[in-house]
C-alpha cells in the first residue's frame, strides 16, 4: 500500500488535528514534520517528555514507517528531539523557534507549523477590485476582482500578528471563514491542487499605524516586523500576496548562511541553509 493511499486512513477522532493529505503536493513526510513539530510546541507531549513510538506514530497518521522515521530524523536535526536506539523518542528543552532549510519545501512546511501553532480570527473577508499595486503584483487587471483576508493570529492569549492577504477569483472562487479560522491559507491553496513552485519574500522594520495598533494592542508607531510574501504556482502566476505584520516583541526571523563556491565559476554566493520562524 503507498503512503498517499494509507494516509487517507489516518483517524479523526482521538489522533492528530490536523490529518495528513496524501493529494498534496508537499510530500507526507514533510505534512508530518510539520504537524508533530505543531504539536510539539502546543505541549501535546510535554507530559510523557516523549513522542509516541514510531509503530505508534505510523498507527495514529496512518503512513509508512520510512515515512515517520524521515520526519524524525528532521526533527532531531533542528534540536527538537533526542533519539537513541532501543530508548523513547526524548523531547529537548522547549525552544521557541527551530531551523528549517532554507530549500522551498522545508520552508514551506515552516510557514505551515507557524500557522498551526497560532489561533485564527477572521477579521473581514470580502471580494473587492484590485488597487493598481496590487493588481501589478497579483497580474491581473486593475479592478479585477480579488480575496481579501484580513486575519489576526493569537498565541499564548497575546496578539502576534495581523495578516492581509490577496487572491485573484481564478485561483479560489469561494473562501470559507471556518477554513480560513481552523487552517493556514497556504495549506487551502495546496489542498486546491495548487503547486506552490516560487515564494518571493521581503522583510521590512515599520511603524503600526492605528489600524494596526488596535488589533496587535500596541500603542501607535510601535515597532513592528513586516514580511510580506508572493507564492507563485508551477505555472509561474501569483496565486496570494500576503503582508504580515508582527510584533517586534513576539516575533524573531532568523538565518544561517554559508558560503558555497561555485565549481564552474569563480564567483562565490551566499546560500541560506538554516532559517528561524518563531516567536522571541
Known amino acids: 500500500m503507498t503512503n498517499q493511499a494509507r494516509a487517507s486512513s489516518a483517524p479523526t477522532d482521538g489522533g492528530p488535528s490536523s490529518p495528513l493529505d496524501g493529494s498534496a503536493a508537499i510530500p507526507l ?4 514534520l510539520a504537524d508533530l513539530r505543531r504539536r510539539i510546541f502546543a ?3 510535554d507530559r510523557a517528555s516523549q513522542l509516541p513510538s514510531e509503530a505508534g506514530i505510523e498507527r495514529a497518521y496512518g503512513v509508512s514507517r520510512i515515512t515517520v522515521r524521515r520526519a524524525l530524523q528532521e526533527l532531531e536535526q533542528q534540536g527538537l528531539i533526542q533519539r537513541r536506539q532501543g530508548r523513547p523518542t526524548r523531547l529537548t528543552p522547549r525552544r521557541l523557534h527551530g531551523p528549517a532549510e532554507a530549500e522551498l519545501d522545508a520552508e514551506l512546511v515552516n510557514i505551515l507549523s507557524v500557522g498551526f501553532r497560532t489561533e485564527t480570527r477572521v477579521i473581514d473577508m470580502a471580494i473587492v477590485p484590485a488597487s493598481a499595486e496590487i493588481a501589478a503584483r497579483l497580474d491581473v487587471r486593475p479592478a479585477a476582482p480579488v ?5 489576526l493570529r493569537r498565541m499564548g492569549g497575546a496578539p502576534l ?3 492581509l492577504a490577496y487572491l485573484p477569483v481564478g485561483v479560489m472562487e469561494s473562501l470559507s471563514r471556518a477554513t480560513l479560522e481552523s487552517e493556514p491559507l497556504l495549506l487551502v491553496l495546496v489542498r486546491s491542487g495548487l503547486v506552490i513552485d516560487r515564494v518571493e519574500q521581503s522583510i521590512a522594520a515599520v511603524t503600526a499605524t492605528p489600524e494596526l495598533a488596535g488589533p496587535l494592542e500596541v500603542e501607535e508607531h510601535a515597532p513592528l516586523l513586516l514580511i510580506e510574501r508572493l507564492f507563485r504556482d508551477d505555472r509561474g502566476r501569483p496565486v496570494q500576496l500576503v503582508y504580515l ?13 554559508r558560503t558555497a563556491r561555485d565549481k564552474q565559476q ?6 541560506p541553509v538554516d532559517m528561524i520562524a518563531g516567536e522571541s
Open 266 to 271: 569563480s564567483s562565490t554566493r551566499v546560500e
Open 161 to 163: 500578528c495581523r495578516s
Open 43 to 45: 505541549g501535546e507531549f
Open 245 to 257: 505584520h508582527f510584533r517586534a516583541d513576539r516575533y524573531r526571523y532568523g538565518m544561517t548562511f
Open 147 to 151: 480575496h481579501r483576508v484580513v486575519r
Open 29 to 32: 513526510y514533510r505534512q508530518l
